[in-house]
């Protein structure tokens, strides 16, 4: 209980802490060791990709003050979901807990391109026309609140321990800075990552202009749900380099960096 309550009193701390540092670490690696030459420079997308999460964050904590930290605490204490009735030791109802947690991340990215009126919402996402360590936080703020409703359902149904909701936020948010960085990686080294962990390879194709790339490789965290569902695939059909990143239909590109087009793109026609 005593790690519960020091997660729950810092939480933020922590995630904020591990946020910038692996962004840091990324950008650097961008910096370093670039896989594609960008487009467009940093600062017409930045303004537009960090105008998400400054908007998003404080969103997310005046609609949502308890935090999924707070709701996982709230059901520990009250003996709801799977993992608290069942009694299950904690570290393996945690590790159960992330993994069912990444599943459910993987489902519900899939049906928000499935689903158009959740596509509407999600298009923001893929409307930018190059790929880097930002585009891993640029979402609409209705996809974060929906996402977060069902985060919060989650672990109510699963019992998500309090440790697990915050290792799980932590990897998700450092995998999807990861997974959209614009960093080179040896072939060989990919390939045996990618059996387990989705790379920037990997996740690249999703962002493809191309309707069937996009709409493969939905994984997040973990690779092998692309695999056991059938919507893995393994390259870009014209190749990493002269792949078109975005969405056809938004065009000229710079529509896909102001910030208050994308706000209200969701409720274009």
Known sequence: MAADNYILENEAVIRLSLFAGVFLLIALWELLAPKRALHYSKFQRWSTNWGFVVFNTLLVRLLFPIAAVGVAAYAQEHSIGLFNITAIYTP?????????????????????????????????????????????SRFHPLEIGLSMLIKFAAILVLGVPVVAVVIFEVLLNALAMFNHGNIRLPARLDGWIRRL????????VHHSTISKEFNSNFGFQLSVWDRWFGSYQAQPSKGHQDMDIGLPYVQPPQKGMQWLSMLVMPFKR
């Open 92 to 136: 393996i109802a945690a590790f159960s807990a992330i993994i069912l947690l990444d599943l459910i991340i993987y489902w519900q990215h899939r049906f928000f391109h499935l689903v158009p009126v959740l596509w509407r919402v999600h298009q923001v996402h893929h409307a930018d026309v190059d790929y880097d360590v930002s585009l891993g």
């Open 197 to 204: 962990i989705v790379t920037p390879d990997m996740h690249r």
